[in-house]
């Protein structure tokens, strides 16, 4: 049950696109196409982003995509808004009803 | 609207016991899995403990299995979870969430469990 691999940290300016990267192995990431993300600012409760690789629940802006290459997934967001600073988080279901979260990226919007 | 509320948390001391529990409201409890998750202070997002919608199974992170255990009454709409043999490594907020499928849907505010002599 290793963490999922995520950069520390991206930075992008206001309408420029940032891609958070996601890596697990072929037990959790690459197996399964339930990878979800999920969006937490600082002192707050974590909110889901996206779901199965690439669904974005009601409510959650189109400039949020997600997507996976084998061990890899990825979260890109788009047309990048001040707002969108925050911490994000992947998870993948690991199997046998166990799941595992990302180290955690910081998004910051110059 | 769905609601989950921790409560339970607070100081204990080493190789103690806490529970926390979990009230849901707003969806119906016995048809949902729910899960435990816990962010230590200024770190990541664990995933601790799910149990299935009926309470007959259970599953663990390696980091606590053995030490604890999630229930659920679904009659009472609430879930819980016990710790025993707390470490400072414990040490975090415990997030009680509800499951949709294989993603984390609705999640509580929190509980802080602080584990220190």
């Known amino acids: 049950q290793s963490a999922l691999t995520q950069p520390r940290s991206v930075s992008g300016s206001p309408g420029q696109s940032v891609t958070i990267s996601c890596t697990g192995t072929s037990s959790d990431v690459g197996v399964y196409n339930y990878v979800s993300w999920y969006q937490q600012y600082p002192g707050k409760v974590p909110k889901l982003m996206i779901y199965?690789?690439?669904k974005r629940p009601s409510g959650v802006p189109d400039r949020f995509s997600g997507s996976k290459s084998g061990n890899t997934a990825s979260l890109t967001i788009s047309g990048l808004q001040t707002e969108d600073e925050a911490d994000y988080y992947c998870?993948?279901?690991?199997?046998?009803?166990?799941?595992?979260f990302g180290e955690g990226t910081k998004v910051t919007v110059l | 609207e769905v609601q989950v509320v921790e409560s339970g948390g607070g100081l204990v001391q080493p190789g103690g016991s806490l529970r926390l529990s979990c009230s849901a409201s707003g969806f119906i409890f016995s048809t949902y899995w729910m899960h435990w998750v816990r962010q230590a202070p200024g770190k990541g997002l664990v995933w601790v403990s799910h149990?299935?919608?009926?309470?007959?199974?259970?599953t663990y992170a390696d980091s606590v299995q053995g030490r604890f255990t999630m229930s659920r009454d679904n009659a009472k709409n609430k879930a819980y979870l016990q710790m025993n043999s707390l470490r400072a490594e414990d040490t975090a907020v415990y997030y009680c969430?509800?499951?949709?499928?294989?993603?984390?849907?609705?999640w509580g505010q929190g509980a802080l469990v602080t584990v220190s002599s």
């Open positions: 149990i299935n919608n009926d309470g007959s199974y259970t």
């Open positions: 998870c993948s279901y690991a199997g046998t009803y166990t799941w595992v």
């Open positions: 969430v509800r499951g949709d499928s294989h993603w984390f849907s609705n």
């Open positions: 199965d690789v690439n």
